[in-house]
């Protein structure tokens, strides 16, 4: 593309803000704005800029020659994004949701059009982790990548774990942070996760999973009981998304608390903060920390991205045309700490194994192995019953 990029910037939220201030704090003469589109042309926005609550006005705008897409609603999302690539303007979006679910499409569309899509900054923010798995992890011994990229919910579990707080105060710091979305849900029942971790496990393994296949579980049902577990047993509980190919090619992928010893990287990703663990065979694990959210932390991705297609950058999807693709599976085992309120919770889990129970009047658990596909199989179940669930690894 030309030298200049003017940008058609769908958004001015959180993000789309925060790029706007970027822009101004760095004087960018190669980069501007030139026009923004928002849902409520009605707001006082406080700068001067040339707004619009008609997406034609930017797509029919000569000036413009690049598309930002930074809004919170994932089907228009969709829109501006293959409104953009079937025009031709290279297009940048933070958008996970819209991505998890239309990915496939997006990247024959961005081929068949010859014009870039990227989007580093919707899977951990300010975490370069897409750009890394897809250029310096371009091989095939990579074995897993595991993190916490969700930064509202590893808020919620620090305050609980460093401060003492109770689970219930935690929860209203965050909302009066700003740190949860507007429906909480989707930071703590690990639907936010999920999402980053499809787009991860296109780059990191060249397969797409449809999200609806994955086995998520958050931390809505924690209590107090299950803090206290995790703190005799000296760990710590994080909400981990996890892709991992097996050495017979199967590909695991989920997202659940887990149980965390202190010897893991993990253990001390604290507050807001994502944090990545990388594992090949030869390398053994690198990590990556940093800010998973917020207006500057999220722009400057944002940023990254818009500059990258100064010189043409593209994601290129290579390992999606890896001879042996690894397969996703379900049919695999972890050791699962499951605490459940009445007997016939214990019906709805099928475990292999049991290794250790405990029963009281206020207090039941079990520690067993289950295969994620029964965990999947018993999800709704599990949840609407209340019962909390944590990968209890070995250490
Ligand atoms: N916040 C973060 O830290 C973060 C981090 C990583 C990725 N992301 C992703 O970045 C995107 C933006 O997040 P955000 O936190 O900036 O959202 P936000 O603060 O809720 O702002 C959303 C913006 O989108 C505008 N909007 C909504 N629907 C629109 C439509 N149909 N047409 C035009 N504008 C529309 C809104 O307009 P009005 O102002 O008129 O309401 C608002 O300016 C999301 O996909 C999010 O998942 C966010």
Redesign the pocket.
Known sequence: MGKRIKIGL?????????LYELLERIHSTDVTIERI?????S?D?GVNASFT?N?DDIFNDPEVNFIV??????D??YD?VRRALEAHLPVV??????LARHLPELIELQRKQDTALLYD??AC?SIPVIRNLEEYYDNDLLISVKGILN?SSNFILSKIFNEGMSHADALRLARELGFL??NPTLDLDGW?SLFKLVIIGVHAFGIYVEPERVFTYGITHMTDHDISFAREKDRRIKLVAHVEKLPDNRLVMCVMPQLISRNKYIYSVEDEFNGVVIKGLFYDKQFMFGR????H??SS?VLSDITACLYDYRYEYKKMHNSELPVFDDNVSFRIYMRYNDPVDLQLLRFDEITESYTSPGYNYVVGRARLSSLHHAREAMHSRGLFIAAYPAD
Do not use: H, Q, W
């Not at 589109?37 to 042309?41: G, K, P, S, Y």
């Not at 897409?69 to 994932?74: M, Q």
């Open positions: 769908f958004g001015f939220g959180t993000v789309g803000r925060g589109c928002v849902r409520d042309i707001k926005r609550d997406a897409e930074l809004i919170d609603d994932a228009a999302s501006i979006t933070g958008n996970k949701k819209m900054a919707s923010g930064g979305e507007s936010d998973g959210a917020g207006a932390p999220t991705a």
